[in-house]
């Protein structure tokens, strides 16, 4: 806590601020906020009393009241919990007033928190906690960073907080999304970890709030369409925007314009069925518009979510079906033909297994196929088998009863497949699982039954399992270290994610996780020629977890709107070329294959390398289009979207004797 000495000193600084006629150069928001803290609200520097937090059926009620966004907040507060690992900090969700309505923190921190005010029911507005992340948000209407000194309150001095506002339809803040740590330093990178998490629980609970409605999706950099940084308009059938979310807001309506209630036909030239009908012909890929004073839109139309809203139910993260999973396809036929599959078997209770080599986005497709099926409100639970002991692998799994072992906990525990009831169970590294404990796990799966430790009475569950590993489980089942009947009751349906360096949608899957990685930064961050280049060539190791860490890397370091050739680490720089992406892996070439035609001039070198790979595939199937689109589990418009977009004409099929 803070000393006595630090919080004499810390009022005289207050004091010596707000006197000032003048305020000091880059501290400008802190001056506004001390003012209106000390002139308008009347609060003392000094102070040590709060007001006392809400009963717990005040702030429930609060929460209940942001519907879509608490809905949308607690999976992503979860996950960027995880990533913070944090245990001196406390994740909270706050209401348009200030009130914390949710709060994800570590154990070991909950007294501490508690303390500070850092509780359910708790206002931090700044008329009761003066300058602090949650209240000067809901005041500057921006992201920011109260750090230390900056804040009002002697007693708050020693925190850092990080927040950004979440945006409801018409522009107004909703919500704040905060980390409030006692750890020194990266309150830069907390930022961004901060405003991306706010854009995306804004753009699930947009989405949501309007399954029913009709969905522009739109930005003026193709890649930023599909992500969690472009712009949405909610529809009317008639074609009149009902709401919009905040970045709608900054790309059509800069000057503070109306927005709501006008013709799409204003901002983007046509009308709505128009729309809706060139992205069916464009097979769902967004189309390019240009407009008058050289403006180019990237545009993708959706139809409302008609058959969940006929059936009562809320979407919780899309406008149509499968958009969770569909997001995943940008271009390689690869990740296509697993998006189709697991697509087919949503909601049909059939177990999907996901092989891939580390970091290659297992989760992630886990993840979204839970976003994307019936179960979507309900939990998504995951457990690393490789990560825990093998003594504590059983009880997290199944749970325990009171005074089942030495040290459980007094009043037991319910384990992850009870906690997934109702959801979906992610279990990531199956293949590191005890031989001993694969039994159990095979009797819960076929009795869909699950006894905790020390307890006598089974309870039944309803969950989707999908399971992953980066191991060979068919040669495990062969050396006896995986049973052969948990492997074909777990692989109902498996996918093979490709590793990045075969992944011929590199570049896009580039720009995507740029996008998210920089989203609430003003400018945006964008990448050089050179720098794209480098990246595209890299072999990536470690997959997308490793684009991820170097491009959060990248652009927190960035000072300006480009990241440039001098920002790149120099073990990249020197990296070798690696091999072409391919299509498909499993059939050798032959001898006498036929010599891959001329790609045409205008494409680059990927796009000619995935032009040979495709014609080689089609040459294999003597050009029967059905055969290769059953073979990579995709629709033959995919295939003949590719050739389209590749240039490979059916006449040169003629070439090859067919």
């Excluded at 803070?2 to 600084?13: F, I, L, Q, T």
């Excluded at 995951?382 to 003594?391: Q, V």
């Excluded at 990531?428 to 905790?452: F, N, S, W």
């Excluded at 299509?583 to 494409?603: G, K, M, Q, R, T």
Aim: aromatic fraction near 6%; charge should be negative; hydrophobic fraction near 40%.
């Amino acid at each position: 806590m803070v000393s006595s000495n630090s919080v004499a000193e810390h009022v005289r600084s207050v004091h010596a601020i707000i006197s000032r006629p003048q305020r000091p150069a880059g501290h400008e928001l802190v001056a506004r906020s001390w003012l209106r803290c000390f002139h308008e609200l009347g609060l003392d520097p000094a102070a040590e009393d709060s007001l006392p937090p809400l009963a717990p059926q005040a702030w429930r009620e609060r929460g209940d009241r942001l519907g879509e966004v608490m809905d949308s907040a607690i999976p992503e507060m979860q996950t960027l919990h995880r990533q913070l690992d944090d245990s001196q900090s406390a994740l909270v969700l706050a209401d348009a007033e200030g009130v914390i309505v949710s709060i994800v923190r570590h154990p070991g921190f909950a007294r501490e928190a508690s303390l500070r005010g850092l509780v359910e029911g708790a206002r931090w507005s700044e008329d009761v906690q003066g300058t602090n992340g949650i209240g000067t948000v809901l005041a500057e209407r921006h992201s920011l960073v109260i750090a230390g000194e900056e804040h009002f309150f002697a007693r708050h001095t020693d925190m850092v907080c990080a927040a950004a506002p979440i945006y409801d339809g018409v522009g107004e803040a909703a919500a704040v999304l905060a980390v409030c740590s006692l750890a020194p330093g990266g309150a830069r990178a907390l930022r961004a970890l901060i405003e991306r998490s706010a854009r995306v629980i804004e753009h699930r609970a947009f989405r949501a709030r309007h399954a029913t409605d009709y969905i522009i999706r739109f930005h003026a950099h193709a890649g930023r369409v599909l992500t969690a940084v472009d712009g949405l308009l909610a529809l009317s059938p008639e074609g009149e925007v009902i709401e919009a979310n905040h970045i709608a807001f900054e790309l059509l309506s800069p000057e503070g314009e109306a927005l709501l209630g006008r013709e799409v036909t204003e901002f983007f030239g046509q009308s709505l069925p128009e729309l809706l009908s060139r992205t069916f012909r464009a097979g769902f890929h967004p189309l390019a518009l240009s407009m008058p004073q050289h403006q180019t839109w990237h545009l993708l139309a959706q139809q409302p979510s008609r058959t969940r809203a006929q059936s009562g139910t809320r979407a919780s993260d899309s406008a149509s079906a499968a958009q969770a999973l569909a997001e995943l396809d940008l271009g390689d036929l690869r990740m296509a033909g697993n998006v189709h599959s697991a697509m087919r078997i949503l909601d049909r209770d059939i177990p999907l297994l996901i092989a891939g080599e580390t970091g290659t986005g297992k989760e992630v497709f886990a993840r979204a196929f839970h976003a994307s099926s019936q179960r979507a409100r309900g939990p998504f639970v995951a457990i690393n088998c490789a990560s825990l002991p093998e003594a504590l692998i059983e009880s997290e799994l199944f749970g325990y009863k009171q005074g089942a072992f030495t040290g459980a906990n007094r009043d037991g525990r319910r384990g992850k497949v009870l906690q997934a009831d109702g959801g979906t169970l992610f279990l990531d590294e199956i293949g590191d699982m005890p031989l001993q404990l694969q039994a159990r796990l095979l009797r819960v799966l076929e009795e869909r039954k699950v006894t905790p430790l020390g307890g006598e009475n089974a309870v039944p569950v309803d969950l989707q399992l999908v399971c992953a590993t980066h191991r060979d489980l068919r040669a495990m089942v062969r050396d006896g270290s995986f049973r052969e009947d948990l492997y074909y009751r777990l692989r109902g349906m498996e996918i093979n994610l490709p590793p990045l360096r075969e992944r011929t949608d590199r570049r896009s899957l580039i720009e995507r996780c740029l996008s998210e990685e920089s989203a609430g930064r003003h400018p945006p961050v964008r990448l050089g020629h050179a720098a794209m280049n480098v990246l595209d060539r890299f072999r990536w190791p470690g997959n997308i977890r490793q684009l991820r860490y170097v491009l959060r890397t990248l652009v927190a370091l960035c000072d300006g709107p480009e990241i440039t050739l001098r920002d790149m680490p120099a073990e990249m720089l020197d990296a070798p070329e690696p091999l072409p992406p391919a299509i498909v892996a499993h059939e050798p070439v032959h001898e006498n294959a036929a010599v891959p035609s001329a790609p045409p001039s205008n494409l680059n070198p990927l796009q000619s390398a995935e032009r040979d790979a495709l014609l080689g595939e089609l040459r294999r199937h003597r050009w029967n289009i059905a055969g290769l689109a059953r073979e990579l589990g995709v629709s033959r418009n995919t295939i003949y979207r590719k050739m389209k977009r590749l240039d490979i004409d059916t006449d040169a099929q003629v070439g090859d004797g067919f």
